[in-house]
């Protein structure tokens, strides 16, 4: 009933900019938070960044400053802007959204989107 599609992952030098989307399709009602996480090979998923409707925004220490998450609600899509890019940002980045959907607005539950590698050569 929902799905989260992403795009714009990549190959990249260091020190070049990516830029993510992560649009929400389907019988959605309403949209809490939206994020992105990555996971490195034999690395636990973790954080990125995550963003709130009213667009209060968090970040994982070792992106700030260089990531921007934003999201344009009219369009239930996440963004993630990343400027600096370190080999150490290579991982596939998945789109995360905490949403209820129509058949059932007031349970609400995450959305996982499958995933965008994003490699960052030195």
């Known amino acids: 009933q929902v799905q989260l599609v992403e795009s714009g992952g990549g190959l990249v030098q260091a020190g070049g900019s990516l830029r993510l989307s992560c649009a929400a399709f389907g019988s959605i009602f309403s949209i809490n938070a939206m994020g992105w996480y990555r996971q490195a090979p034999g690395k636990q998923r973790e954080l990125v960044a995550d963003i709130t409707s009213g667009g209060s925004t968090n970040y994982a220490d070792s992106v700030k400053g260089r990531f921007t998450i934003s999201r344009d609600n009219a369009k239930n899509t996440v963004y993630l802007q990343m400027n600096s890019l370190k080999p150490e940002d290579t991982a596939v980045y998945y789109c995360?959204?905490?949403?209820?959907?129509?058949?059932?607005?007031?349970?609400?539950?995450?959305?996982w989107g499958p995933g965008t590698q994003v490699t960052v050569s030195s």
């Open positions: 995360n959204a905490d949403l209820s959907i129509i058949t059932n607005p007031w349970a609400n539950r995450d959305y």
